[in-house]
Nanobody, 125 residues
């Protein structure tokens, strides 16, 4: 089981960034992949997720219309395209996988079975 997140960095508010999560084939076969984030002093929160079976995507309200999650099955990789970033998007971003498909639990950190290491995203004003 392996998840490797990358692509974080420093970006100005209003700019864009793309995060990547390379998964082992076994992990990528999980039914649901997600991106979650944790800002300093705050709890880890769900950002976006994508179902393997039908490709349906899910977002937290604060990123809807700005972030896009996608997957490349040939590369066993999930992406998070972040556009129009805001200072409040600053956080460590984690990719994660869960064996089950989407349920409301997929919107909580406890709903995930596998985790990658985080990648820092810092948005400057």
């Amino acid at each position: 089981v392996q998840l490797q997140a990358s692509g974080g960095g420093l970006v100005q508010a209003g700019g864009s960034l793309r995060l990547s999560c390379a998964a082992s084939e076994r992990t990528f076969s999980s039914n649901f992949m997600g991106w979650l984030r944790q800002a300093p002093g705050k709890e880890r929160e769900f950002v976006a997720g994508i179902s393997r079976s039908d490709g349906n995507t899910y977002y937290t309200t604060s990123v809807t219309g700005r972030f896009t999650i996608s997957r490349d099955n040939a590369k066993n990789t999930v992406y998070l395209q972040m556009n129009s970033v805001k200072v409040e998007d600053t956080a460590v971003y984690y990719c994660a996988a869960r064996r089950r498909g989407y349920t409301i639990a997929a919107r909580t950190p406890q709903g995930y079975d596998y985790w990658g290491q985080g990648t820092q995203v810092t948005v400057s004003s």
